[in-house]
């Protein structure tokens, strides 16, 4: 029973160009978080999602940046014209459908860097 | 809004030696509690949890209980080891679920033979 994967595991980006992040869920988990963290800081939640929908995108910078959790397939962070600010390691987590106790499975992360 | 306040690090402490990683909340209702442990390179596991107040949660020697009054949710362990070296942090889960984590910054912990 695999776990969250998340590809690639790293990405090495030059300013402007686009990132795009992988997270298959957990089987038969339909609800997607997405994290962000920054050297030396916790996680920041950015969005969450479920199939085909964006429930909550609180945490999402303005411009830039895109999530999407499709009927069919991975759900993929979208970053364009990265910046170098844009350097962190981003987390996916998933929970199965009902589940009523906030616990989150997570991933082991894509760590961008942006040259 | 919701908040988690965890004690700075780093931690450095020799094998065997008694550990406690403070963390405070700040949240509407029964939130639930997390502590997720990040080893160097990997991602985030879930060590242990608490649903509801005076709830301990507790794996791998590792305990904390929820505390409402005080709004807190320590994490301890009486002996720790070598392998326990890793990142600690404490997280809330707002009441009903199917919300997103917030978390605290994390506390660096590094056990010496």
């Known amino acids: 029973n695999a776990g969250v994967m998340q590809n690639p595991r790293h990405l090495v980006r030059r300013r402007g160009q686009e990132a795009r992040l992988r997270c298959s869920p957990m089987k038969g988990h339909s609800h997607v978080y997405w994290y962000r963290q920054l050297p030396e800081e916790g996680l920041k939640f950015m969005v969450y999602l479920q199939k085909e929908n964006i429930i909550d995108e609180s945490g999402m910078p303005k411009e830039r940046f895109s999530a999407e959790f499709p009927k069919e397939g991975p759900s993929i962070l979208r970053i364009q014209q990265v910046v170098r600010g844009d350097s962190a390691a981003y987390f996916c987590?998933?929970?199965?459908?009902?589940?009523?106790?906030?616990?989150?499975?997570f991933g082991a992360g894509t760590r961008l860097s942006v040259l | 809004g919701n908040s988690v306040t965890q004690m700075e690090g780093p931690v450095t402490l020799s094998e065997e030696a008694f550990l406690t990683i403070n963390c405070t909340y700040t949240a509407t209702g029964y939130p639930s509690l997390f502590w997720y442990v990040q080893y160097p390179g990997e991602g985030l596991q879930l060590l242990l949890k608490a649903t509801k107040a005076d709830d301990k949660g507790s794996n791998k020697g590792f305990e904390a209980t929820y505390r409402k009054e005080t709004t807190s949710f320590h994490l301890e362990k009486g002996s720790v080891q070598v392998s326990d070296s890793a990142v600690y942090f404490c997280?809330?889960?707002?009441?009903?679920?199917?919300?997103?984590?917030?978390f605290g910054k994390g506390t660096k912990l590094t056990v010496n033979p």
């Open positions: 987590a998933s929970s199965p459908p009902g589940s009523h106790s906030n616990i989150q499975y």
């Open positions: 997280a809330l889960g707002a009441q009903g679920g199917s919300e997103k984590l917030v």
